[in-house]
């Protein structure tokens, strides 16, 4: 499983990470690299993420 559901905030600084946040009534899916920080968003709002790389790379896999 490639989606993660806590510890962002711990995530590798050089990789970009594709998170769904928010609640059923207004969803958002966006990427970014941590290093350059989320900026307004709160990471409590971030209810599941993973790197983008690992998900291309599932993609090719299948």
């Known amino acids: 499983m490639i989606w993660k559901t806590e510890g ?3 995530a590798a600084l050089d990789k970009q990470i594709l998170f769904y946040a928010g609640g059923s009534m207004f969803p958002y ?3 970014h690299y941590p290093n ?3 900026g307004t ?3 409590t709002d971030i209810q599941k993420w993973c790197y983008l790389e690992d998900l291309l790379k599932l ?3 299948k």
């Open 41 to 43: 968003w709160e990471y």
């Open 59 to 61: 993609a090719e896999d």
């Open 36 to 38: 350059k920080g989320v």
């Open 29 to 31: 899916l966006g990427w």
């Open 8 to 10: 962002i905030e711990q």
